[in-house]
């Protein structure tokens, strides 16, 4: 039977997820809302540019202005994912090059767009690691959404209750729940007690092994 394991990027693979929630946190500023960069990745790590900043502006009460910060804030976090030593997880190359030793298809699905996943995996030297990508400018609805799983899914072409996906973000998890998969939860902090809708919940990838995965499948 066919099985595969599906990487969320920023903040399971490469921790990344600080230079969006940096960049964030300073284009919001230039508009006048402060929001601390650990509050941006608490709340809204795994949503899309255009779902979090359309949220954190009707809370702020401003009416306009969403597409131009998104787009700002995509050139300037690509341009900082390019300049940036970009820094594997601990656990994460190991990871993915046991899953396919051991004959699992891969698959990235990631709210990042493809220009920003090309850029971390040629970092790391990932690039064609992946039997599939699916990136969050694909989709009409990002995370929580189970589209980008259900997507990347089809592309390597497993049933979805044949996939473990790896996520670090409650609205990566629910998705991949959502999309009829199973889940493990990259919670590096050791704080489990958020009610993360994961099949398993750990601190680092070294703990997952391809005995862990095929237990999560109940193979």
Do not use: W
Request: aromatic share 6%.
């Amino acid at each position: 039977m066919q099985k595969a394991v599906i990487f969320d990027m920023d903040g399971v693979i490469a921790d990344t997820q600080i230079i969006h929630a940096s960049v964030a946190s300073n284009m919001l500023r230039d508009v006048g809302i402060v929001v601390d960069p650990d509050i941006i990745s608490y709340k809204y790590a795994g949503v899309s540019y255009p779902t979090m900043f359309r949220e954190i502006f009707d809370q702020s009460g401003i009416q306009k202005g969403v597409e131009e910060i998104v787009a700002k804030t995509r050139s300037t976090a690509l341009k900082a994912l390019q300049e940036t030593e970009i820094v594997p997880l601990p656990g994460a190359l190991e990871l993915i090059q046991i899953c396919l030793e051991n004959g699992f298809a891969t698959a990235i699905a990631s709210s990042s767009r493809f220009a920003m996943i090309d850029t971390v995996l040629n970092k790391l030297g990932l690039t064609g690691k992946f039997h599939a990508i699916a990136s969050g400018e694909e989709v009409k609805r990002g995370k929580p959404d189970p589209e980008i799983f259900l997507l990347a899914a089809q592309r390597i072409s497993i049933n979805p209750q044949n996939c473990v996906v790896i996520e670090d973000s409650y609205h990566g998890m629910f998705g991949a729940k959502s999309a009829g998969m199973k889940c493990i939860g990259l919670i590096r902090d050791g704080d489990f007690d958020r009610g993360y809708p994961a099949d398993l919940l750990v601190k680092n990838l070294h703990e997952v092994s391809v005995g862990t995965i095929l237990d999560i499948l109940g193979q």
